[in-house]
């Protein structure tokens, strides 16, 4: 599994390596031969294409001196610059100079004349001028560091561009929220070390890092195994899918209630409660406004839950009476808010479910989404009145009116917000966007590294909500669950974008890819392998 650090994180770990007798230039020197090592494929291993490695004066340039010098030992090209002039004892320095490496200091270069030819002639750049320390809201980027790297952004926007290299992460991204400096070069791949930084997941950090490899650089595992923000990745998720018996019915995986829908948003339920079906859920039941009925009978999966509405909004008896449907009927997981609209009739719905939802009797876990969220922010401390485990799954509008902070706020520490309002409700908090937040209230979070315009479509969330609550059907914990959902959306949504194109994927086509997305959670089957080689003409034998 990829975790996920802070820069204080980071530090810390690296110290626990010194602490366990690993010399910091051994360190640097792993990190360097990584970063070599890439270089070094990305070029073909071609010695007559040239690289030019820019270096800053910290630990991120000395990586950046070690990929030189292990990149001109294997044979390339190799020139490297310096935005200021490193000290004379700096041993990698020392072994740079004493390999026969070039180097140019920007002291030197008042004209950046040397610069220009450099990354004019460079087939491959190696972005080494800042790492982790940076901070580029608290404090800009100046000086010659800033020329450089304005210069490194124009050759980006040649004909035929050189590769960039970042070395950890690109310079003037905060490694921390992902914030960038208006100069930091947009890289084709980042090499970053034993843990990924969180600011490479965040922000403008995730469309500037590009690919991103994580390297060991021989840190102990010990100290890293607890680290609670991870990359969200399907392997770790496979194993806490429930298993799945070939003598099992219906009832085994559970029922899950959608309660939502309006007259002016009947689709939005029909979405979710489709999702939940094709999640694998045994039962799904759709408990929506009778007025509507007839815009819901074609799904035949669902059974249905006509419930008592004013002017085509769910209201207070509506709750009642789906609470008297609750009582009995075995459901696992409820969602609450596909299509609700938000009026004083819904208010009073969601009122009057959440003060009885308590006492249902086999009812294991909450789905709170849309328009519920909506009321919620409404009534301070409402947490404090519903203990039953709860999803929440806000878009940045929706949390901001949760938390009452700015969008801009909420955006600029999506981590952060996550976190502290999952911590805060004792709810797992799905902060949907490109890159969406999984954040658990033990303090434990997941990131998604997708970031796809194709759900940037309306319906998309009731889609995710759906998959969410049928999943918490079949007995997955809320984190797992939301992880799960998450991942199976994003992956349903890049199948359907591949053939569709993003700008016309819509909600509903995401059903569509949702039973091949929903099918890679199960573990690879080799009586599958063996078949579909059979009937691809193959012999099975």
Not at 161 to 188: F, K, M, N, W, Y
Not at 234 to 254: C, H, I, Y
Not at 296 to 312: A, I, K, Q, R
């Amino acid at each position: 599994m990829t975790k996920l650090v802070t820069t204080e994180q980071m530090r810390a770990l690296e110290r626990a390596a010194i602490e366990a007798g690993t010399p910091e230039r051994a360190l640097m020197a792993q990190a360097g031969l990584a970063v070599a090592q890439e270089a070094w494929l990305a070029l073909g291993m071609n010695e007559e294409a040239p690289v030019l490695v820019l270096c800053g004066p910290g630990n991120n340039g000395g990586d950046g001196l070690v990929a030189a010098r292990e990149l001109a030992n294997w044979g390339a090209t190799v020139g490297v610059y310096l935005t200021r002039a490193r000290a004379e004892d700096d041993p990698e320095w020392q072994a740079l100079h004493a390999a026969g490496v070039p180097a140019t200091n920007a002291e030197d270069d008042a004209d950046f004349e040397v610069l220009d030819r450099m990354l004019s002639r460079a087939a491959l750049i190696v972005d080494a001028v800042f790492g982790i320390g940076l901070r580029p809201t608290e404090r800009p980027i100046e000086g010659t560091p800033r020329e450089v790297l304005a210069r490194l952004q124009q050759a980006k926007g040649r004909v035929v561009p050189p590769q960039v290299i970042a070395v950890d992460l690109p310079s003037g991204v905060d490694a921390d929220t992902g914030a960038a400096d208006e100069v930091t070069p947009r890289a084709d791949q980042t090499v970053t070390f034993q843990c990924a930084k969180l600011g490479l997941f965040l922000g403008a950090g995730r469309a500037l890092a590009g690919r991103v490899e994580v390297i060991d650089i021989g840190i102990p595992a010990d100290a890293v195994r607890d680290l609670p923000v991870e990359e969200l990745k399907l392997r770790e998720l496979r194993a806490a899918v429930p298993k799945r018996s070939d003598d099992s019915n219906k009832g085994t995986f559970g029922r899950a209630v959608i309660a939502g829908g309006s007259r002016r948003y009947p689709g939005a339920v029909r979405l979710g409660a489709e999702a939940a079906a094709r999640s694998g859920c045994g039962l799904v039941t759709l408990a929506a406004p009778e007025s509507i009925q007839p815009l819901l009978v074609g799904l035949p999966d669902p059974t249905h839950e006509p419930l008592p509405s004013t002017e085509g909004h769910l209201d207070a008896e509506g709750a009642r009476a789906l609470l008297r449907a609750l009582h009995g009927a075995n459901a696992r997981a409820l969602l609450v808010g596909p299509g609700l609209g938000l009026t004083d009739a819904t208010r009073s719905f969601v009122q009057h479910l959440l003060a009885g939802i308590d006492a249902i009797e086999g009812l294991e876990a909450l789905v709170l989404d849309a328009d519920a969220l909506n009321v919620l922010a409404e009534e301070a401390a409402w947490w404090d009145r519903t203990p039953i485990p709860r999803v929440l799954t806000p878009h940045p509008g929706e949390m901001s009116r949760l938390t009452g902070l700015s969008v801009v706020d909420v955006q600029a520490r999506r981590l952060d917000i996550a976190l502290e309002y999952a911590e805060r409700t004792q709810s797992v908090v799905v902060l949907k966007g490109a890159g969406t937040v999984i954040a658990a209230p033990d303090g434990r979070a997941r990131i998604s590294d997708v970031a796809n315009s194709a759900l940037a479509h309306g319906g998309t969330g009731d889609v995710l909500a759906g998959l969410i609550v049928g999943l918490l059907a079949q007995g997955m914990t809320p984190f797992d669950a939301a992880s799960a959902a998450v991942w199976v959306h994003a992956e349903a949504a890049r199948q359907v974008s591949e053939v569709y194109g993003a700008p016309s994927t819509l909600a509903s086509d995401l059903l569509k890819a949702l039973p091949e997305a929903r099918k890679l959670l199960e573990p690879p089957s080799p009586r599958g392998d063996i078949m579909s080689r059979f009937e691809g003409g193959q012999s099975p034998i």
